[in-house]
């Protein structure tokens, strides 16, 4: 099982920190976002966070061994997969309009 | 393995046949809960409905022939189309590859059945009451017409009065219920249920995928099933989730439907693309390239479909940042799909390909699926989706991808596997004849169709005019069209004969190379006389003589002197024997409960609510009845499994396949609980019209009675693991009392649902926490009754109850918390 919870892991995450980037893209443009607080600023750091985290899977993964080769492969080639495609989803917050 | 003498094998195939076989008369059709069974049946039902929304397509496109057609009126149009979405997505294409894993998969990992055989015969039946509901008003004119995917406020009952959209919902969500207890059951039976020595790294391709599959089920259908209950308690009791003048959204009902919708897409092609992994090598004679990153390709698939689904609503206005989210994600799916893609071009390339029936569809499925990619990726950009979103365009693009993706491979896969369903071969030869009528008529219809939506024609308008560049390139796709509807009928001809009349064989007719093909043909009840040892993910390549051993019985479990269904559990990494499982017997009690079942979910069609309450009480006892008969009735310790080693009946272990069950449905539910929080916050931040008139403040004494109700719940199973009598039950039962009486607190509060969206979520939230109380509730009743009969609890009991009653405690607190939140701090 714990095989099992690591190679779903580093795409479980990936989803998570999406769906939250564009969950926080909806509140900055809600009533409820506070005046104070830049909603770019806000974005980007949330980004790097995902992207910061999704980073650190990839190092635990290829750090810790797997109980087979197979599995420390399949691991660590999801983790640096969901790692890319964190940094991908996660560009759009550099430059486009957030509200509009 | 261990030699056995000769004779052996026949004996064995007789004292297996006996304890594994149904039911001989009639009602032996409605007792089995045998694999092989219910597959075959849940397969010819599949195919049943595939005809039927074929027959539909065809009324389309006789429709759109020529301009101004007076063939259908537009009511009956939009049912017909309605319809055909429908039955194809819900009634075809997932109960068709959910019936083919029944069907294989046991024989693939080298099991004898799946994990909860009980369980897969309750979801067939499910499965066809549903539908057949569903088909039944079709025929009445009683059919919805908003389109597949029923968006309010369309489908709401200010417009669309009648019963139409009611029997999308409640037969849809019935029919959801199936594929999730078939999910179940499949995730359970791949981590679980394999032979000795199948590591995850020797598993076969299509377990990984079926894997990945489930698992999407488990967490795409719950969104789904939120959105309908919130819909049919729109139009049946007026809760305003989709009414914007009342606080609701009607894009809410778009988000739940696209966080089904878009990873359903994905659902359905994975397993094509495991058959075509499986299939493939076969035909080329080698074997897979790249398994490793195909099993990461899939994983990465399965959950990247999960982070597309606003790209199903780029035209509804969301800001710039948004689509650019949705666009990024939904360009990556380009990736594994591509892995896998090079792949098996890889495999075709490194063997030596022989061009049989099978193939020839591999290579149609190449031909159309590859093209649907790229048309997939041209609406993932975003300025091209404004123009061509709802026309034409896209019907011809979604085609592509689930009949050249999905259709093509499961007909190979048919062809693959008749020798292995039938125990007959091709003698026949329509198929041939029938592949070159459906390619071919298949990208003349559906290029026509891609083109006419490029000119502009609407997907979902019952006709056109004449004059706007659309007449021949309509004609030529309904011709081609009936071109296609003859070649399909003869594919499922050309089956038929070889079923009834085809060829006898020898066992392993293509030389593959996995397990399945290792059992005699056609598969017996049993599957496998022992359950075999393998040391490769190849073992009939490596171990040419390994069939016969198993059939001899030189593997796990061939002692049949217990008299009853036995197979191996293995530990999920490595394969390694773990317990014994008992499976069922022969009964009516699945057919019974999903009778029942079925009944609760379609009685409120014909407002018959009390017989949705009675059905409801004769599900619960029929739970009771199917839990008690399944438990052993007296503890056995250790069993000989053969070769030396002695394992514990899987039902006395600390883990029993209930514990699991219990822990990927309960996945399923907290994605349901999830979606239900994503619901709220979403009208809370986005919905028009709020802040509600007025916030619940939370009283001291329900938020006291509901940490002491979660606390007592929450310990109670684990006093029980230690310590006998009735205190930890009881303890319990307290718990369940005073969470049920935290959450009685916010309907006695605000007791009108329908005055604002928050009032109805509000409601929605308690009703969360007092469907889980009382399933708690039922659970402890179950356990009480054992005590009382004189059965201890075991701690696999007290574990798997466990489960269920953190789940009630944990959601239940954050249900009531999000209630009360805000109103606290307002």
Not at chain 2, 465 to 492: H, K, P, R, T, Y
Request: proline residues 7%; glycine residues 10%.
């Amino acid at each position: 099982m714990n095989l099992i919870l690591r190679l779903a892991l580093p795409w479980t995450v990936w989803l998570i920190g999406f769906s939250a980037l564009y969950g926080l893209q909806g509140l900055t443009c809600s009533r409820h976002w506070p005046a104070g607080i830049e909603p770019r600023a806000a974005l980007i750091g949330a980004a790097a966070l995902y992207v910061l985290l999704q980073g650190g899977i990839l190092w635990a993964q290829a750090a810790r061994p797997a109980p087979s080769p197979f599995a420390q492969r399949v691991a660590t080639s999801l983790s640096a997969a969901a790692l890319a495609a964190a940094l991908w989803t996660s560009l759009p917050v550099l430059g486009l309009t957030i509200c509009d | 393995m261990t030699t056995r003498p000769r004779g052996t094998a026949l004996r064995l195939h007789r004292e297996l046949k006996r304890i594994w076989s149904p039911d001989p008369r009639f009602r032996g059709w409605l007792t089995t809960n045998n694999n092989n069974d219910v597959g075959r049946l849940f397969l010819a039902v599949a195919t049943l409905f595939f005809l039927i929304g074929g027959v539909l397509a065809m009324l389309i496109r006789a429709q759109l022939a020529t301009p101004g057609s007076a063939f259908m009126g537009p009511e009956a149009y939009n049912q017909v189309f309605t319809m055909h979405g429908t039955v194809m997505m819900f009634l075809f294409a997932i109960p068709f590859f959910e019936a083919l894993a029944v069907l294989l998969l046991p024989g693939m990992l080298g099991t004898r059945d799946l994990a909860f055989p009980r369980l897969g015969a309750f979801g067939l039946w499910v499965y066809i009451f549903g539908g057949s509901a569903v088909i039944v008003a079709m025929l009445m004119g009683l059919s919805p017409d908003g389109g597949w995917f029923m968006y309010p406020p369309l489908s709401s009952a200010a417009f669309s009065p009648g019963i139409g959209a009611d029997v999308w919902l409640l037969g849809i969500t019935s029919i959801e219920v199936s594929a999730i207890a078939t999910a179940v059951e499949i995730v359970v039976t791949v981590l679980r249920y394999r032979a000795a020595g199948m590591s995850l790294s020797r598993m076969p391709i299509f377990a990984w995928y079926i894997l990945v599959v489930a698992v999407m089920i488990l967490t795409a259908f719950p969104p789904m099933i939120l959105g309908s209950l919130l819909l049919e308690t729109e139009r049946a009791f007026g809760l305003p989730f989709f009414q914007v003048e009342n606080g609701g959204d009607p894009l809410l009902w778009q988000h739940l439907f696209w966080l089904f919708g878009h990873p359903e897409v994905y659902i359905i092609f994975l397993p094509a693309a495991g058959m075509i992994a499986t299939i493939l090598p076969v035909m080329a004679r080698t074997t897979l390239l790249g398994y490793g990153w195909v099993v990461a390709s899939a994983v990465s698939l399965g959950v990247l479909s999960f982070g597309l689904w606003v790209h199903h609503m780029f035209t509804t206005g969301i800001p710039h940042l948004g689509l650019a989210f949705f666009s990024a994600a939904s360009t990556l799916v380009a990736v594994p799909t591509s892995v896998m893609i090079f792949s098996w071009i890889g495999t075709l390339w490194k063997g030596r390909v022989r061009m049989e029936l099978p193939m020839l569809w591999l290579l149609g499925f190449f031909a159309t699926f590859v093209i649907g990619g790229l048309t997939g990726v041209m609406i993932a950009v975003v300025p091209f989706n404004w123009q061509v979103h709802d026309t034409h365009f896209v019907v011809a693009h979604l085609h592509y991808v689930l009949i050249g993706g999905y259709v093509f491979p499961m007909i190979a896969a048919i062809y693959y596997f008749q020798p292995l369903i039938t125990g007959r071969f091709r003698f026949f030869r329509l198929g041939g004849i029938a592949f070159w009528l459906v390619v071919p008529a298949f990208h003349v219809t559906f290029l026509a169709v891609h083109l006419a939506g490029l000119l502009g024609q609407r997907r979902r308008i019952w006709t056109y005019d004449e004059g706007q560049g659309w007449e021949l390139l309509n004609f030529i796709a309904s011709v081609a069209s009936f071109v296609m509807a003859i070649g399909f009928a003869l594919v499922v001809l050309d089956i038929a004969i070889n079923t009834l009349a085809g060829l006898r064989g020898r066992r392993n007719p293509w030389q593959a190379t996995t397990l399945e093909w290792a059992a005699p043909i056609p598969s017996p009840t049993y599957g496998f006389a022992s359950i075999p040892i393998i040391g490769s993910r190849y073992p009939l390549r490596d171990d040419p003589k390994l069939d016969l051993r198993i059939a001899r019985g030189e593997g796990y479990l061939a002692d049949t002197s217990r008299d009853r269904r036995e197979t191996l559990i293995v530990s999920t990494a490595k394969g390694e024997p773990l317990q014994v499982a008992v499976l069922p017997m022969n009964s009516p009690l699945p057919i019974l409960l999903a009778l029942c079942t079925s009944a609760s979910f379609l009685a409120p069609l014909i407002k018959a609510y009390w017989l949705s309450v009675v059905a409801l009480i004769g599900v619960v006892i029929l739970a009771l009845i199917w839990a008690w008969t399944t438990a052993p009735r007296r503890t056995e310790g250790l069993v000989d499994a053969g070769h030396g080693r002695h394992l514990p009946v899987a039902a006395e272990g600390a883990d029993p396949p209930g514990w699991w069950g219990s822990l990927f449905l309960l996945v399923a539910d907290g994605v349901h609980f999830g979606a239900l929080l994503f619901g709220y916050a979403f009208l809370w931040t986005v919905a028009p019209n709020w802040p509600p008139p007025a916030y619940l403040r939370p009283d001291l004494l329900p938020v006291a009675l509901a940490l002491a109700g979660a606390a007592a719940l929450a310990a109670g199973p684990r006093l029980a693991a230690w310590r006998e009598g009735h205190g930890p039950l009881l303890l319990s039962l307290l718990g369940c009392l005073a969470l049920a009486a935290a959450a009685a607190s916010i309907p006695l509060a605000r007791p009108t649902p329908t005055a604002h969206a928050y009032d109805a979520t509000l409601w929605l939230l308690a009703g969360h926490v007092g469907l889980h109380v009382t399933l708690s509730l039922i659970m402890l009743t179950y356990l009480g009754l054992r005590r009382l009969a004189g059965h201890p609890l075991r701690l696999g009991e007290a574990r798997t109850f466990g489960l269920w009653a953190d789940y009630t405690a944990g959601t239940g607190l954050v249900a009531l918390a999000a209630a009360w939140l805000p109103g606290a701090f307002a």
